[in-house]
């Protein structure tokens, strides 16, 4: 079976003035579908840069980048919407949350985009919901919720439309460790039920959990296992 991700020769540079600054220096990377990485890399090791392109939310400068067989290279950004909206959920460490939305609301607003209608919208949004253990605070709004239960509506906005591929930056980050576990466990669920899991971390305890670990420093892949 193809891998769901393929990445060949990955570059990203930045000019300031007459430097050329790498952020990502021939990068190599595949990923099989089902499978649990982890990226771990110190502050500005290029993890997050990685990440950026891996969610198309960025484009590399040179080199090649192939998700769920398709060329992602060269889309323009409304094409490159569709594909974060129908293929990649997103879990961000610090929520992403609309205050003046309820939970629900929250974790329906990516499926509106995605023109679902709104009786399907409803029933996906409060099985995700639900399946968070958040069935009583769907009507909730972010202030009213603890950092757990706002990480929980986040992933329940990742999960809702059933993308195939979830990437997580730092999910972890801002949580206690039991709340950190929590989300750990429900991370694991959904790799155990065949989502493809990209998690960055800097916590090699968090990082240690997946199947699979890859570490990135100055822009390079250093070290796989």
Request: neutral net charge; hydrophobic residues 40%; contains cysteine.
């Amino acid at each position: 079976m193809a891998p769901i991700i393929k990445m060949e020769n990955i570059c990203k540079t930045y000019q300031y003035g007459e430097n050329t600054v790498y952020a990502l220096k021939g990068v190599n990377l595949s990923v099989g579908r089902g499978e649990f990485l982890a990226i771990t890399g110190s502050s500005g090791s290029g993890k997050s840069t990685l990440m950026n392109i891996l969610g198309c939310l960025d484009l590399p400068t040179s080199g090649s980048y192939e998700l769920d067989g398709a060329d992602v290279l060269g889309r323009d950004e409304q094409e490159l919407s569709r594909i974060r909206n129908r293929e990649i959920g997103f879990i961000f460490q610090g929520f992403h949350l609309i205050p003046t939305l309820t939970a629900l609301e929250n974790v329906e607003l990516p499926l509106i985009y995605r023109g679902i209608p709104r009786t399907e919208r409803r029933k996906l949004c409060t099985e995700a919901l639900i399946r968070m253990g958040l069935k009583s605070r769907m009507f909730h709004r972010p202030a009213q919720l603890s950092g757990g239960q706002q990480q929980r509506v986040a992933i329940a906005r990742a999960i809702a439309a059933r993308p195939p591929l979830i990437l997580a930056d730092e999910p972890t980050g801002n949580l206690d460790s039991a709340t950190g576990s929590e989300v750990m466990e429900t991370l694991l669920a959904l790799n155990r039920e065949g989502k493809t899991i990209i998690l960055i971390t800097h916590d090699s305890s968090v990082a240690a959990m997946a199947g699979r670990q890859i570490a990135i420093r100055d822009g390079q892949v250093i070290a796989a296992s």
